[in-house]
């Protein structure tokens, strides 16, 4: 593994996620049009987002063994706080479909309930998994930096100490 983890990197599960979100707009669209192509783009919507959840969690796993490492940064933090923002959105617009489309159940909406259902958990799932690194590494930065904190206070009050002495 890399010795530093660059921003872009770490952010390329995004590219299926906007990928899946207009593959979703667009068969949203063909559903209030009544064509039924929305049949079709659906699956293409789900195989993305699942591209996308496949890439964060590998990221997520590569992101745990830098940190295991003693490498922990506020960018990592940041990413944490950011996947937060994302699944947390998308869990709730796909389960707010989902519970939309119940009562046109019969007439094309079991295809959007069925497509949105699972994927709002699979969401649901990245965002907790997200909402536990990032308190774990928020709990390592806090303990460093009151570590740092203390011993920083310790050599100035030293240095006082000796200064005050001449």
């Known amino acids: 593994m890399k010795q530093y ?5 770490a952010y390329k599960f ?7 979100g207009v593959f979703f707009l667009l068969s949203f669209y063909f559903c209030l049009l009544s064509v039924p192509l929305y049949v079709y783009s659906l699956p ?3 195989f993305f987002l699942l591209i996308s959840l496949f890439l964060y969690y590998r990221i997520d796993k590569d992101l745990n063994q830098f940190i295991k490492k003693g490498k922990q940064t506020l960018v990592l933090y940041n990413f944490y706080h950011n996947c937060i923002g994302i699944y947390l959105i998308l869990s709730f617009l796909l389960f707010g479909v989902s519970v939309a489309y119940m009562p046109f159940y ?3 909406g079991s295809t959007f309930v069925w497509y949105c259902a699972p994927m709002s958990l699979l969401c649901m799932i990245s965002f907790v998994q997200s909402h536990k690194r990032k308190k774990w590494l ?7 930096q009151s570590k ?5 206070n310790s050599s100035a009050t030293h240095l006082k100490l000796v200064i005050g002495k001449k």
């Open 148 to 152: 740092l904190f203390r011993s920083s």
């Open 5 to 9: 983890i660059k921003i872009e990197s």
């Open 44 to 46: 293409f919507y789900a």
């Open 138 to 144: 928020k709990r390592i930065i806090i303990r460093k």
């Open 106 to 108: 019969h007439n094309g």
């Open 14 to 20: 995004m590219v299926p996620l906007f990928i899946s």
